[in-house]
């Protein structure tokens, strides 16, 4: 497996060193020299970012002869702090290397960072005599111990200790470098984290590369901020997350490269987000949370919805080092803002309106006023015209399915562009899912200014119900929704993750019972997500059967089985009663309930080629459709 590493180094101003013309011009010459000549590496580097386990001597040169180079080794502002360049540098441990080129006046001419990380030495790491004993003091909701150091209890358990130091480069990496006093202290965006906005926004510099592939490198300047909601309440969670945003103020306007395997993922990135995974995490309050951890329930969500062929953020499990110090597995993925939309379906970001729970992040809240309308009027001819209705229906019952408790009050990100006005709406932080076999979500989804109070307005009317019905069929009886398939990709993103949540075990899987000292704590190791796993596949299969029942209960899907196809040669519909099918796309039953004459009724196996779609009629009542692709 190739092993992405993603390194962001915060730097005090933006800077793109692919500009080829920079005004470096010395004191007795006042035209602007062309970098351009130079190349595009201004500041060369004889080793690689990456990662490393044996020391190096690395060497600094410039093409531009005029010049001073001065660095840090700590990820600190080279001009203000920084020394001359004078030896080759002697790298044994994890560096954070800062290098800015001046012209003979002390202008900036181009600047560069290479992060070098000794994952070795990570399980011994300590945090910098000045960083803070404690975080989030009283203006900010602290203060709590601060929790720099991984467990020996773990990473010297039988159980475990042979996997260590490799835990560390099994994933990707991010790596985020920012002056101690930009994250801690009276105006750190750490110790600051309910406050939001531009004005807590940090420059930052991001490199992203593959060490199987050394080649293989991306830079660019980036903005850092605190992300998440409840989250970011110092007396709920130690870890944070993070959004990276690509702007000019601080570099490029996007993010160039690959970092999703999936084929359907693009390559260019406006915004990213760190996400620490807060509800059923280990570092939660709550107990009952805590026991029910297993780090892959938001990618599990996405994945699903994208299976149905809408658009869905990509996600992906990362290592997160911020200056140096191992900060525990997050999960890297897109942010479905205007520029997400912008590059999924081209169509320019000016004509975007988005919504997250209801809070306008672009465009106006206008057409989504009017849409509320037509559903608490139950205008369905409205709503058909303005909302992409398979997709809400693939949506809806998502969220209804995996039970998710979280939602739909928040937790949703909506869009429509003007000049196709549809709505659509995407996962999002679907962490407390997958519980009881019982959860009942359809009670929160009368919420007004909500997704759901737009597919109520559409279930108002009886074809919309029988449609439900039918994509109930399609997605969770045998599709990519069924218990099946959803235990496959689970356990797919389980294994995957195996590694990860081992290092994050030993980074945080103490916190609460030593640091917070929560009486029900306990350390919290591979071993509880193990469980975890077990009795999530167990749990699918009983929650697919008490979902279905649910759905008969409301009368969104039909008590009548519907016919059940064998390809054998010939084709064979099994049902328990009248069974009706057409092999030219037709549905056997109109609108309305009656039987289409074109339709046939199933006697005998046969053979035909085309699109099989079958009901089955069982006094008066018809099933869900059966739809099937032919030879």
């Known amino acids: 497996m190739i092993s992405l590493v993603l390194l962001l180094a915060c730097s ?40 490393y386990q044996a020391p190096f001597t690395l060497t600094l040169s410039s093409p531009y002869q005029r010049g001073e180079l001065r660095f840090t080794l700590d990820g600190r502002d080279p001009v203000e702090t920084g020394v001359s360049y004078q030896e080759p540098l002697e790298i044994s441990a994890t560096t954070l290397l800062r290098v800015v080129l001046l012209d003979e006046r002390g202008v900036q001419v181009a600047q560069d960072t290479h992060s070098y990380l000794f994952l070795d030495q990570v399980g011994a790491q300590q945090a910098p005599e000045d960083y803070p004993s404690e975080w989030w003091t009283a203006w900010s909701g602290g203060p709590y111990e601060a929790d720099y150091t991984l467990d020996p209890e773990v990473m010297e358990d039988p159980e475990y200790a042979a996997r260590f130091p490799g835990v560390f480069s099994a994933l990707p990496v991010v790596s985020i470098v920012v002056p101690p006093e930009e994250l801690f202290g009276r105006d750190g965006i750490h110790d600051n984290p309910v406050d939001s906005g531009s004005d807590w926004e940090r420059a930052a510099h991001v490199e992203l590369f593959w060490p199987e592939e050394p080649a293989r490198v991306l830079a660019a300047g980036c903005g850092l901020r605190i992300a998440g909601g409840t989250s970011r309440k110092p007396s709920k969670s130690p870890k ?56 892959v329930r938001e990618q599990l969500a996405t994945d699903l919805q994208r299976a149905t062929g809408a658009k869905s953020t990509h996600t992906r499990s990362t290592h997160l080092f911020i200056n140096g110090l191992y900060w525990g597995l997050y999960l890297l993925q897109e942010r479905p803002d205007e520029h997400f939309l912008e590059e999924y379906y081209d169509l320019k970001d000016e004509g975007w309106d988005v919504l997250n729970q209801g809070e306008v992040k672009n465009g106006s809240i206008d057409a989504w006023q009017e849409l509320q309308g037509y559903a608490a009027a139950g205008d369905v001819p409205a709503l058909q015209a303005r909302v992409d209705v398979p997709a809400l229906f693939d949506y809806v019952l998502l969220n209804l399915w995996l039970g ?38 359809v009670s929160r989804l009368d919420e007004a200014d909500t997704p759901g109070a737009v597919f109520l307005g559409l279930m108002a009317d009886a074809e919309m119900q029988v449609a439900f019905g039918d994509q109930i069929h399609k997605r969770v009886v045998g599709g990519v929704y069924s218990s099946e398939e959803v235990a496959r990709r689970w356990t797919e993103l389980v294994v995957a993750t195996e590694d990860g949540v081992l290092a994050e075990s030993a980074r945080w899987g103490d916190h609460m019972r030593d640091s917070r000292l929560a009486e029900d704590a306990q350390l919290y190791t591979p071993a509880q997500r193990q469980l975890e796993h077990q009795r999530v596949l167990e749990f699918l299969p ?15 899907y039909p008590s009548v089985e519907a016919p059940v196809l064998e390809l054998d040669g010939e084709v064979r519909l099994v049902g328990q009663a009248k069974t009706y099918y057409s092999v030219d796309g037709a549905d056997p039953r109109l609108p309305g309930g009656e039987l289409n004459p074109d339709a046939e009724r199933y006697l005998q196996p046969f053979t035909a080629s085309g699109t099989l779609r079958a009901r089955t009629l069982q006094s008066g009542e018809w099933s869900a459709l059966l739809v099937a692709e032919l030879p």
């Open 404 to 441: 998710n408790n979280d939602w739909n009050d928040r937790n949703w990100y909506g869009s429509r562009h003007a000049d196709e006005d549809l709505w659509r709406f995407y996962a999002w932080d679907n962490e407390i899912t997958l519980i009881d076999y019982n959860t009942d979500i």
């Open 542 to 556: 009983q929650r697919e059967q008490a979902f279905l029942e649910d759905m008969q209960g409301y009368g969104w």
């Open 12 to 51: 005090d101003a933006p800077l793109d060193s692919s500009d080829s013309r920079v005004d470096t011009s010395a004191a007795d010459d006042t035209a602007p020299v062309d970098t351009g000549e130079l190349g595009q590496q201004i500041v060369e580097f004889s080793h690689s970012r990456g990662l």
């Open 240 to 295: 944070k997350s993070f959004r990276v945003s690509f702007k000019s103020a601080f570099g490029p306007t996007k993010l160039e490269g690959q970092l999703f395997e999936d084929a359907d993922a693009v390559q260019r990135f406006d915004t990213l987000v760190l996400r620490a995974r807060y509800n059923r995490s280990w570092v939660h309050f709550e107990s009952p949370q805590r026991e029910r951890a297993a780090y």
